[in-house]
């Protein structure tokens, strides 16, 4: 099992550009969740999704939009990008039943908006 | 605004020293407290706590919690340079139906030194 891993690794972009970071599971986690972690501010979520073909806000979810088309995939867009949203993005997943509150995250992709 | 709090900020030891990494919590509704080790890149779980007074044992990691004083302990005994790390505490709200959006602390970054 590959567990929870994130393409690219490390972006530089322009501003206005446009990019998508992608996110894959092969736990058959019904939970994806996608946070953003900055010096000082911790890990803040920016959306997750509760199942195939749902989705909703976190903390920080201004400037990104996401996709959960396929249960195992989770897709984090960038429509224009801003130098506040360097960063290093982490996809996370869990299980759907109660009780299990544990998030399995992936390595990491960082982010330079110029 | 749920607030979860951890100190100290960062720490440095020799190896072989006991740490102690603290905690707090404000939050609305609670229904259990996550550790998660942090290295060079994804977070790893260590613990979930959900019932007060119960310690959780892992090796020379153990954890508490404390839910009428609102804070949870992280001990390392014996630390060693490979607990070098950031240690993250998050706060997991009651299962409403959605998924389990965990609140990070900043986390505390400690460094084992020979």
């Known amino acids: 099992n590959a567990g929870v891993t994130q393409t690219p690794k490390f972006r530089v972009l322009k501003t206005g550009q446009s990019m998508t970071l992608l996110c894959a599971q092969d736990m058959n986690h019904e939970y994806m969740y996608w946070y953003r972690q900055d010096p000082g501010m911790g890990l803040r979520l920016i959306h997750y999704?509760?199942?195939?073909?749902?989705?909703a806000k976190g903390e920080v979810p201004d400037g990104y939009n996401v996709s959960r088309l396929k249960k195992q995939n989770f897709l984090l867009g960038l429509e224009s990008a801003a130098p506040s949203q360097t960063s290093v993005y982490f996809c996370?997943?869990?299980?759907?039943?109660?009780?299990?509150?544990?998030?399995?995250f992936g390595p990491g992709t960082r982010l330079t908006v110029l | 605004e749920d607030k979860v709090v951890q100190s100290p900020l960062s720490l440095v030891v020799h190896e072989g020293d006991t740490v102690t990494l603290n905690c707090s919590y404000e939050?609305?509704?609670?229904?259990?407290l996550l550790w998660y080790k942090q290295e060079k890149k994804a977070p790893t779980f260590l613990f979930m706590l959900t019932s007060s007074g119960i310690e959780k044992k892992s090796g020379r990691l153990s954890s508490i919690l404390d839910k009428k004083e609102l804070f949870s302990i992280l001990n390392i005994t014996a630390t060693q340079t490979g607990d070098s790390a950031i240690y993250l505490c998050a706060v997991a709200p009651p299962n409403t139906g959605t998924a389990s959006k965990l609140t990070f602390g900043t986390g505390t970054r400690l460094q084992v030194t020979l």
């Open positions: 939050v609305t509704n609670f229904r259990s």
């Open positions: 996370a997943s869990s299980y759907g039943t109660s009780g299990v509150l544990e998030q399995f």
């Open positions: 999704s509760v199942g195939e073909g749902t989705t």
